[in-house]
Nanobody, 122 residues
Framework: QVQLVESGGGLVQAGGSLRLSCAASGRTSRSYAMGWFRQAPGKEREFVASITMSGGSTYYRNSMKGRFTISRDDAKNTVYLQMNSLKPEDTAVYYC???????????????WGQGTQVTVSS
């Protein structure tokens, strides 16, 4: 039983930055992975990035490389998404997720957060 609680969303102007946080609680395993997805209105939910909590290995959607950075604090069971040079196209609800492995969190997460709204104005 794992709960994911997100924070950090909000309104930002184009070119600005935001950092999202997601804290995991409950029965986390000794080794697991977390990741971020996003969903814009009328569009399919898409993968953004993922990370292993113990070793910090990362995997990104190709289009996200360079502007978005995923990181974690394993001691706090928390994952972050640093978003820089934001564009209006980045406007979406951002969800964090958790699973046993890096590939599993990318394709079939076991747990989801509630989502946090990110709005980028022109």
């Amino acid at each position: 039983q794992v709960q994911l609680v997100e924070s950090g969303g909000g309104l930002v102007q184009a070119g600005g930055s935001l950092r999202l946080s997601c804290a995991a609680s409950g029965r986390t395993s000794r080794s697991y992975a977390m990741g971020w997805f996003r969903q814009a209105p009328g569009k399919e939910r898409e993968f953004v990035a993922s990370i292993t909590m113990s070793g910090g290995s990362t995997y990104y959607r190709n289009s996200m490389k360079g502007r978005f950075t995923i990181s974690r604090d394993d001691a706090k069971n928390t994952v972050y998404l640093q978003m820089n040079s934001l564009k209006p196209e980045d406007t979406a609800v951002y969800y964090c997720a958790a699973a046993q492995t890096l590939v599993a969190v990318t394709t079939s997460p076991d747990y989801w957060g509630q989502g946090t709204q990110v709005t980028v104005s022109s």
